[in-house]
């Protein structure tokens, strides 16, 4: 059915009626908010329905994506385009005098994620549905996402996010579909007449696990694949106890909520990595139904028999967080389904892959042996039993890696390592962007690629230009419509057609008028969040992600340091006016993060505060960075700030987000950066610093001294010491720690290493800025070029590399 405005209005009066008991003249922001979604959710529905059924008719292997994380903000905006409702929306909203931005941002920000792994998943999904392949997401329905930032004198406080507060629209509980996940109890071995080992189990603890559907919607298809995300529950049996005593109560509440923590909240990503408890219940919990499932979806369509589990699933592991999937698949074929280890072996091999997504060491999750003993004693007896017949099969087939031995081995020092399980229980290990598959392959995990080549690919990553362009910012997509006509909306590699205008001032103009457009949008935003004015014909230059110490915020604000302390010299300084803009959480317990967000807080009071600066700098820090924010500010954004520490990067997806929206990327040979390099070419891009090998270099053979720096550069000397004496600060002692660490642990970042060639690249930048003519040029090239940056293409490697799938017709 075509809506018209009119009778969209009826739909939308029927379902306030119906739904929330109130007429469109009563109804408020929230009303609406809901009533559009159920809309929605009718038209999602039948294409559900039908989609299951075409899956099931379907010969076509199904992809399975399990990840601890899915970052997927808010769905409104996104169904309301996929289904083709966007428009009719928007003009009936408006024709009511409602603002459907205001409605729209009614939806909580759904941050089941930290970061970029959470952020891909979620592109991931949306290009398989708009690709029409069978492909689902498995996670977790965390009652808590990720932690809500708040700043109270520069410091970063956490507030719990409890997003379901209030109905979330998009799910539906499906509880006639629940599972149960064992933890604890005792493994039995009995000899079968035959003599081959069986195992049960008794006095498990268990786990109800209770799917909750999200619908994934294809663009403007009739594909709604499927997000289920597993919240924990009490058995039902065990939930209508009768207490028969006080004690016996309260005892039954506790047990009630233990189990029910288990999908209580995400986990931060932290400097360290912690092998907490609670953390590997999330995990077997996650694994274990999301194997149940897949298997239960096997048998009613293909019969009892396992054996071709493979050709009719994948399982793609989303780093190593759910690599449990492997001992676990093992278990379910052996002990359930009485298959021997070898064809059990063989077809979980052949089900799973693995995608890594860091080499920070710090990052590797190991697990000490006692905790997994206690916690999945059955898992573990098979966690050692693949290590053993793995140690035992290089030592006799070979006998040249065997003083590799303690480097490979899944069960080391008393703690398993989770990168090598998924390895060796994989039949694909793949890295994010070209680099680090290089270094995966030619370092972090060489012995492995010395054994299984043929394991290891690459893929880089993506981002979905239906969100990250066509959605966040209509007037440029609209430009490019104009120009080259729609087609690059299903074939985002077309935008390279722009490259064709890059001499059309018309052309130009246009672009430049909708960065313009969308600077004072983000102007009027930061105003409205902060108080502070800022200039809309600054440079709007932004640095927006999680904070680390390899991402080096810190070059970045001593960069906005020597430009205050080069104004404070010369307040006639003929200088282009910059504005700032960072957003990033750091991790609860992170404590250098914090002190960096302080001392961006503190120079931002300074800066922003000082007449004799004239307006010539502002330094703006958006509180809660999340991916409505990011939405907001993408669009706006001129340079993009990428430095991480070359070869510390995996990958990096802002930077592609900001490349599409026409900013230009300041960044180092690092992650995608380098490919974005080799599509534009090095006069559309502004690279500095170390390169990979010259920092492994370093850290392999030394040769670095961050006090020689100090002590030749007066420039680092005078913003060190301005730290010290606390010149950002009202006491004294406020960022001695930076400043100490970067001395006395010999700056492990190469911050100071890479100040000198930041600041040049940064004068660059300016000198580029100031020919207006030739800035647009490049923003041209770059949008024109980042087709290849769509999760589309990287979907489409998946299908035909790993999964070996094709679209469903
Ligand atoms: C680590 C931890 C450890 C403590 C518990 C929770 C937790 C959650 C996440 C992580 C970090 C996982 C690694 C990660 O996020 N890597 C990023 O993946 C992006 C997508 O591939 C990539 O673009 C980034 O470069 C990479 O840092």
Redesign the pocket.
């Known amino acids: 059915m075509e809506y018209t405005v009119e009778t969209f209005q009826d739909h939308l009066a029927e379902k306030l009626k119906k739904d929330r008991g109130r007429t469109l003249q009563e109804a408020n922001e929230k009303d609406l908010y809901y009533a559009v979604a159920a809309i929605a959710q009718e038209r999602l529905n039948e294409k559900w329905v039908n989609t299951r059924e075409k899956y099931k008719q379907n010969e076509e292997r199904q992809v399975y994506y399990i990840s601890?994380?899915f970052l997927i903000g808010r769905l409104m905006e996104n169904n309301l385009m996929n289904c083709g409702l966007l428009d009719i929306c928007n003009k009936t909203l408006i024709s009511l005098g409602k603002d459907p931005e205001k409605v729209y941002s009614q939806e909580h920000d759904a941050g089941l994620g930290?970061?970029?792994?959470g952020r891909?998943a979620a592109c991931f999904l949306d290009s398989i549905a708009s690709l029409r392949y069978a492909g689902h997401g498995s996670g977790i329905r965390y009652r808590y996402g990720l932690f809500e930032q708040r700043i109270i004198h520069g410091n970063q406080v956490e507030l719990p996010d409890y997003w379901l507060k209030e109905d979330y629209p998009w799910e539906t509980r499906r509880p006639e579909e629940s599972l149960t996940v064992h933890f604890g109890g005792e493994v039995h071995m009995h000899h079968r007449a035959d003599n081959v080992l069986e195992f049960s189990y008794e006095d498990t603890d268990e786990v109800r696990a209770v799917p909750y559907d999200v619908p994934v919607s294809g663009y403007h298809n009739d594909v709604v694949n499927t997000l289920r995300l597993w919240s924990a529950e009490l058995p039902e049996q065990e939930s209508d106890i009768l207490a028969e005593s006080e004690s016996k109560y309260y005892h039954h509440l506790d047990h009630m909520h233990s189990i029910e923590q288990i999908s209580g909240f995400l986990?931060?990503?932290?400097s360290q990595?912690?092998g907490k408890e609670l953390?590997i219940k999330q995990q077997y919990f996650l694994v274990s139904a999301t194997i149940q499932n897949i298997i239960r979806e096997f048998k009613e369509k293909n019969g009892r028999d396992l054996h071709k589990l493979h050709e009719k699933a994948v399982i793609q592991i989303n780093?190593t967080?759910p690599s449990l999937a492997v001992p676990e698949l093992m278990r379910i074929l052996m002990d359930n389904e009485k298959f021997s280890w070898e064809d059990a072996w063989e077809v979980t091999t052949k089900t799973i892959a693995y995608?890594n997504?860091?080499t920070l060491s710090e990052?590797l999750?190991k697990w000490p042996v006692e905790m997994i003993k206690n916690l999945l004693p059955r898992i573990y007896m098979i966690i050692y039993e693949i290590n053993e017949r793995f140690c035992r099969g290089i030592w006799f087939d070979h006998p040249e890696l065997r003083d590799k031995i303690p480097e490979v081995a899944v069960i080391a020092d008393d703690q398993i390592h989770m990168a090598r399980l998924a390895i060796v229980g994989s039949f694909s290990v793949n890295g994010?962007a070209q680099l680090h598959t290089e270094i995966l392959k030619k370092k972090e995990m060489k012995p492995f690629y010395d054994l299984f080549p043929s394991k290891f690919n690459n893929k880089t990553?993506g981002i979905t230009h239906r969100r990250w362009l066509l959605q966040v910012n209509p007037a440029l997509s609209q430009t490019i419509t104009e120009a080259i006509g729609p087609q690059w909306i299903r074939q985002p590699a077309k935008l390279i057609g722009l490259m064709r205008y890059s001499n059309d001032r018309p052309f130009l103009d246009d672009i430049a008028s909708v960065k313009h457009q969308n600077k004072l949008a983000l102007a009027e935003l930061i105003k409205s969040r902060t108080g502070i004015t800022i200039n809309e014909h600054s440079i709007f230059d932004v640095q927006i992600k999680r904070l680390h110490e390899y991402k080096r915020q810190l070059l970045n604000i001593f960069h906005v340091i020597y430009l205050y302390n080069e104004l404070k010299d010369n307040p006639s300084l003929d200088l282009t006016p910059r504005t700032f803009i960072f957003a990033a959480k750091a991790a609860p317990s992170y404590h250098m993060a914090k002190e960096v967000i302080k001392l961006i807080h503190h120079v931002a009071s300074v800066v922003n505060h000082d007449k004799e600066i004239n307006d010539k700098l502002k330094v703006i820090f958006l509180e809660n960075y999340n991916v409505s924010l990011a939405e907001k500010i993408i669009p706006a954004a001129e340079l993009s700030e990428q430095i991480s520490t070359a070869s510390k990067?995996?990958?990096?997806?802002g930077n592609m987000k900001m490349m599409m929206n026409g900013a230009m990327t300041v960044g180092t040979l690092d992650?995608?950066n380098i490919e974005i390099k080799d599509l534009v070419g090095d006069d559309n891009i502004f690279i500095f610093g170390l390169n990979s090998e010259q920092v492994l270099d370093y850290y392999a053979n030394g040769g670095y001294n961050a006090k020689d720096i100090y002590h030749t550069d007066e420039r680092v000397r005078r913003i060190m010491d301005q730290l010290q004496v606390g010149a950002f600060g009202s006491q004294e002692i406020e960022f001695k720690d930076i400043f100490y660490h970067m001395l006395y642990h010999n700056d492990p970042y190469f911050v100071l290493k890479d100040f000198d060639p930041y600041i040049e690249t940064h004068e660059l930048v300016e000198r580029s800025y100031r020919n207006q003519e030739y800035w647009q040029k490049m923003s041209v090239a770059n949008i024109a070029y980042s087709g290849k940056f769509s999760s589309d293409r990287t979907i489409h490697e998946y299908a035909s590399d790993i999964w070996k799938i094709k679209p469903v017709k």
Do not use: I, K
């Open positions: 601890m994380e930290n970061g970029g792994l891909l986990y931060p990503d932290d990595y912690e953390r780093d967080h995608t997504h860091t990052a999750e994010v990553n990067e995996a990958s990096g997806t992650g995608a």
